[in-house]
């Protein structure tokens, strides 16, 4: 199993530019999350999803947009990039109804600079 | 989510035990506390996690108090490689009793293992 797989692994943005994360999960979970984690701190939540086709706003969600066609995917979207989303971003999953597991499984993690 | 607190560092001699302390005096009933870690610049991994018993995995056991108002973390024999970050978290359970994983993360607890 591949478990939480994020793409890109690093990027570098100029200001104003666009992009987006992609999370994919293989565990057939209903839960995903976005987190950002600045130097120094812990992760913060900036949007989750509890089933497909639903989204909903975190502890820092401003500058951010979410979608989530396909239960196995998460996307986080940047539609202007500014420096101070300058972070490392880890997605993560959790639930399967049938195995009724309840931890989350982290990807290793996006680190985006915005220059 | 329960508020936890935990210190900000500690230091353990490989091989011997390493026990971390989490306060969590506001838990609820029905709020479950989980362990997870981070190694340096990694996506977080999950430990273990109870409700009222005691419980214990092959990574470590977790011992929550009777009035649940706190837990200690113990890895019996730990290694160079069990130098990281943990962090006590106590999420709010969904409506089914399960947790979203909508996991708030504190500063944690920096663990160092030396030889």
């Known amino acids: 199993n591949a478990g939480v797989t994020q793409t890109p692994k690093f990027r570098v943005l100029k200001t104003g530019q666009s992009m987006t994360l992609l999370c994919a999960q293989d565990?057939?979970?209903?839960?995903m999350y976005w987190y950002r984690q600045d130097p120094g701190m812990g992760l913060r939540l900036i949007h989750y999803?509890?089933?497909?086709?639903?989204?909903a706003k975190g502890e820092v969600p401003d500058g951010y947009n979410v979608s989530r066609l396909k239960k196995q995917n998460f996307l986080l979207g940047l539609e202007s990039a500014a420096p101070s989303q300058t972070s490392v971003y880890f997605c993560a999953s959790s639930y399967s109804i049938r195995v009724k597991n309840t931890e989350a499984f982290f990807g290793q993690g996006t680190r985006l600079t915005v220059v | 989510d329960a508020k936890t607190t935990q210190p900000p560092s500690m230091d353990c001699a490989e091989g011997r035990a390493a026990n971390l302390p989490c306060n969590h005096s506001t838990i609820s009933g029905n709020e479950y506390v989980y362990w997870y870690r981070q190694i340096h610049s990694q996506g977080p991994q999950y430990i273990i996690h109870?409700?009222?018993n005691n419980e214990t995995n092959e990574m470590a056991s977790l011992i929550i108090t009777e009035d649940r108002k706190s837990s200690t973390l113990i890895l019996p024999h730990a290694t160079l490689r069990d130098t990281a970050v943990y962090y006590c978290i106590a999420p709010p359970p969904n409506a089914g009793g399960t947790s979203y994983g909508k996991l708030t993360f504190g500063q944690g607890t920096i663990l160092t293992v030396h030889p």
């Open positions: 109870g409700l009222k």
């Open positions: 999803s509890v089933g497909e086709g639903t989204t």
């Open positions: 565990m057939n979970h209903e839960y």
